[in-house]
């Protein structure tokens, strides 16, 4: 971390590389926090549209397992649990835009909270603005408010769980597998988004390490 800083190829995938370790958890955890601390402060600090496109699709062009090493283990309510929790919604919108946009317009449908406005998807959301909305959450932990962005990935969870819970109940006597499915799913949502609501509440304090 200590190499001289260069434009625009801020933390190349053999840069990560070179910080899996051992098995050791102390290790493991300050690898993470170390990483996931440089990680931000440099790319906030210079703030440079190709640094940050590139910090953004960093999973593309490396695979999500790369972060997954480093930032897998950490705990839910930490710097690097955050971020790893915001690549993989990405990851996963990505993967499986076309599905999220039914997801997400079913969800609209039968929410009435907050979480519609804090989300900050246009309606109708097809795949593409699935996708674009799942950068800009990720654009915004970087160049933006932190706690800011975490709220919105918080509030896009709810709302694809709540989709996931509507679809699942309405399967259910047809395709009471794709019914189960869909209700796990609504479950790891709603608790990534609690997750996500708890990181954003903790950088507010100052206290997300």
Not at 126 to 133: A, N, T, Y
Request: glycine share 6%; aromatic share 6%.
């Amino acid at each position: 971390m200590n190499a001289p800083y260069r434009k625009p190829a801020l933390f190349a995938g053999h840069e990560f590389s070179a910080f899996q370790g051992g098995d050791d958890p102390a290790e493991v955890s300050a690898i993470a926090h170390d990483t996931a601390r440089a990680l931000l402060s440099r790319v906030r600090d210079e703030a440079h549209p190709d640094i940050v496109e590139k910090v953004v699709s960093f999973a593309d062009d490396n695979g999500i397992d790369t972060l997954a090493e480093l930032w897998s283990r950490s705990s839910a309510h930490s710097l690097p649990g955050a971020l790893w929790r915001m690549y993989l919604i990405r990851d996963l919108i990505r993967a499986q835009a076309a599905q999220m946009s039914v997801l997400f317009g079913q969800g609209l449908s039968v929410l009435s909270t907050v979480d519609v406005v804090v989300a900050g998807a246009p309606t109708p959301a097809g795949p593409e603005e699935m996708v674009s909305l799942a950068d800009t959450i990720l654009h915004g932990a970087f160049t933006g408010d932190f706690s800011g962005a975490l709220d919105r990935s918080a509030a896009f969870c709810r709302i694809i769980s709540a989709g996931c819970t509507a679809v699942a109940n309405e399967s259910d006597a047809a395709h009471p597998e794709r019914a189960s499915t869909l209700t796990v799913q609504a479950a790891r949502l709603t608790q990534t988004a609690h997750e996500l609501s708890v990181c954003a509440r903790l950088w507010r304090d100052g206290t997300l390490d």
